[in-house]
Structures are given as C-alpha cells and as structure tokens.
T-cell receptor, first 110, second 116 residues
Framework: KQEVTQIPAALSVPEGENLVLNCSFTDSAIYNLQWFRQDPGKGLTSLLL?????REQTSGRLNASLDKSSGRSTLYIAASQPGDSATYLCAVDRDDKIIFGKGTRLHILP | GAVVSQHPSRVICKSGTSVKIECRSL??????MFWYRQFPKQSLMLMAT?????????EQGVEKDKFLINHASLTLSTLTVTSAHPEDSSFYIC????????????FGPGTRLTVT
C-alpha cells in the first residue's frame, strides 16, 4: 500500500530564506508526482508535476526533484515571500489513484 | 490547461437533508473522475473513483449508500450526500482525468459542505 509522508509537518522561516520541503513515498512504481499548494479553506493549486521519467521540474522560484528509486521528492523554494505561506501537499499517482501526503504548513515571517 | 468546475462552492444544509455536488470537466472529456474529502487540517482522502457509464468504486470505509456517485456523461459527475449529518461537514474536491490525451488529473476548486 502506497504511503506518502511529508516532513516537516510545519515550518516557519524568515522572509527571503531558501527552504526545502520533503516528501517520501513507499512504492516507487509511480506514474508521476505532483506538488500542490493549498490556502486555508481553498482548493488545490498545482505547482509542479514530475513525470516518472523526469528528475526535476522548475517554475519560477520553485524547483521540484524526484528520486524514484529512493522514493523521495523535494520542493525547493527560493527567496521565500510572505505570499508563499500556505500548506504544500505532495501527491503520487499510480494505479489510477492519487495518494496525498498530509502536507507541510509553511509560514513565512515578514 | 484543462479546467474542472464544481458547483456549488459552498453549501449549508440541515441535518437529515440530501445535498448534490456537481463536478464538470469544461474543455475535455473525463473518462474517470475522483472524489476526495478533506477534514480540517488533514490531507485529502480519496472517497471513490467513477468511470463514465459504470458504477463507482468506493474506498474502504466510505459508505456507498450515503455518498451516491453518478457519472452519467463524459463531462459530469455528481456526488450526493444523503441524509447528511454534522460529521459529514467537510471540504469535497473532485478531479478528472482524460486518459485519451493525458495522464494528469485536474482538480476542481472544491465544495465546502456544512451540515447544521
């Protein structure tokens, strides 16, 4: 059974710092891995999607990496801003299902 | 990119009543749609998978008679919460996948259900 774990559960950092969010999954047979952002009471915003054959994807200040063999992904946020404060969810896609981690609640201190 | 809409975005109902939530794929045909539920401060949990024209497949612990799912067309799936109770209050999100062109799932904006 696929399990997705995100560490840390919560993180507070001063504005301007670079930070890394971690995601691990137990079954490496995945189609893709996706990072989402969720603001309080809101739906999901897709940030980056990494296909199983890829190792990383970049969008602006965000960079996501994927190491399928070790079951790990990281989301790197450069030069953090208060607007980056949100919950970040990692999700792996296989067997027609997406399994979500519990998320990392990120708070950027102004 | 592909767009998935949900209606309503927010609904408040009295205990014992039924509520229907619609999920539509606006610019693609969704051969498969998924329904998720999210309780406060928790992650999304898959409730059921529905394929157009066939019965939904429910995850363990999800009552199929309580959460009725209908996927009557390639662009519309509905989730009906029957005889709703306060513990059904949650954030419901649907997603849709078009297997013909992409393996990516596209998520709706969610529906906030409050049962009083």
């Amino acid at each position: 059974k696929q399990e997705v774990t995100q560490i840390p559960a919560a993180l507070s950092v001063p504005e301007g710092e670079n930070l890394v969010l971690n995601c691990s999954f137990t079954d490496s047979a995945i189609y893709n891995l996706q990072w989402f952002r969720q603001d309080p009471g809101k739906g999901l915003t897709s940030l980056l999607l990494i296909q199983s054959s890829q190792r990383e994807q970049t969008s602006g200040r965000l960079n996501a990496s994927l190491d399928k063999s070790s079951g790990r992904s990281t989301l790197y946020i450069a030069a953090s801003q208060p607007g980056d404060s949100a919950t970040y969810l990692c999700a792996v896609d296989r067997d027609d299902k997406i399994i979500f981690g519990k998320g990392t609640r990120l708070h950027i201190l102004p | 990119g592909a767009v998935v809409s949900q209606h309503p975005s927010r609904v408040i109902c009295k205990s014992g009543t039924s509520v229907k939530i619609e999920c539509r794929s606006l610019d693609f045909q969704a051969t498969t749609m998924f329904w998720y539920r999210q309780f406060p401060k928790q992650s999304l949990m898959l409730m059921a998978t529905s394929n157009e024209g066939s019965k939904a497949t429910y995850e363990q612990g999800v009552e199929k008679d309580k959460f009725l799912i209908n996927h009557a067309s390639l662009t519309l799936s509905t989730l009906t919460v029957t005889s709703a109770h306060p513990e059904d209050s949650s954030f419901y999100i649907c997603s849709a996948r078009d297997f013909l062109s992409s393996y990516e799932q596209y998520f709706g904006p969610g529906t906030r259900l409050t049962v009083t």
